[in-house]
């Protein structure tokens, strides 16, 4: 088994992290990082900070600029690990057009079928936690950073730590949402490694249709309806539901939500920036106001 201190060293992302298998037990093959390759004996999450310039022009309303929440370059880690005579496969939480919607094997998910929780498998490596908004944070870069998971046939020893509190509950993250998409008193909770993440419900077709920043990742952007996805109820139809995307939300890191977050978490810790996140009052529209915004 490789020491995953010496792994975490030669792999060199800002975030590393090894969760253990343990605590995906349990789990639908549809979100069990397995499924992508069953010969795995590892599930790898990396992660690196996104500057926070590229936060900048969306708070100042200056430049419509979303940073990507997800990684999609692996070469680093996919160097290392196949420099071992190891092999991996990356997780994309992408869709494509015409991939059979069959499984190809008995008891496999067909191709498109895995829908994983990168946030979920980072914070049971203990990168982090999920919160009340429910992106991932991190203790040292809050919401500002970008994910990504891999699994590989190279025994790595899991990572251990389990940092809480990073996300304190102050609601600005409610306070600040225009849709009133986020609830303040109903929550939901994830327990992960022993510990328990507090999320507050949230409303995922509002956040589809939020004008304060978010961007369109995933298939769940507006317009997708009149691609290659069916829609049906206001609904991807046939989508999986998991306990943790609960419903399928786009990314909303530069979103008012997001921005909310980044200026408390800013505000109540070093990150070394020599001005404030937010200086002006935060901006923010609702989908239903007269068109002009
Ligand atoms: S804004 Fe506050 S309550 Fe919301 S996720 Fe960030 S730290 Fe938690
Ligand atoms: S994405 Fe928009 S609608 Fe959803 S919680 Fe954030 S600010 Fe509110």
């Known amino acids: 088994m490789v020491p995953f201190e010496e792994f975490r060293r030669r792999v060199g992302y800002d975030l590393v992290g090894v969760p253990p298998l343990g605590c995906f037990d349990g789990l639908p093959p549809s979100e069990h990082p397995l499924s992508l390759f069953p010969d795995a004996r590892s599930v790898v999450v990396v992660g690196t900070r996104i500057r926070r310039g590229q936060f900048r022009a969306m708070e100042e309303g200056s430049l419509w600029q979303t940073p990507g929440r997800w990684l999609t370059s692996f070469d680093g880690v996919i160097r290392v690990i196949e420099s071992e005579g190891y092999e991996c496969v990356p997780y994309a939480p992408a869709d494509a057009p015409h991939m059979p919607r069959r499984p190809l094997r008995a008891g496999q998910c067909p191709p498109n079928g895995v829908r994983l929780s990168i946030d979920y498998a980072a914070a049971a490596a203990g990168l982090g936690e999920i919160g009340y908004h429910g992106m991932f944070m991190s203790e040292r870069f809050g919401i500002r950073q970008a994910l ?3 699994v ?3 025994d790595v020893e899991p990572s251990t730590g389990s940092p809480t509190g990073i996300c304190d509950r102050c609601l600005a993250c409610v306070q600040a949402c225009p849709l009133e998409a986020l609830s303040a008193t109903v929550s939901t909770t994830v327990t992960c490694q022993g510990r328990t993440m507090v999320l507050g ?16 990742d995933s298939k769940y952007f507006a317009g997708a309806d009149e691609l290659h996805f069916e829609i049906e109820n206001n609904q991807v139809k046939g989508d999986a539901r998991s306990r943790f995307a609960r419903g399928g939300l786009p990314n909303r890191l530069a979103a008012a939500c997001g921005r909310a977050c980044i200026a408390h978490f800013e505000a109540t810790h070093d990150t070394g920036y020599r001005i404030p996140f937010r200086s002006r009052e935060p901006w923010g529209f609702r989908p239903d106001e007269p068109r002009g915004w």
């Open 201 to 216: 419900e949230i409303n995922a077709n509002a956040c589809r249709a939020c004008p304060n920043g978010v961007s369109g």
């Open 152 to 154: 590989t046939d190279m």
């Open 148 to 150: 990504g998971l891999l």
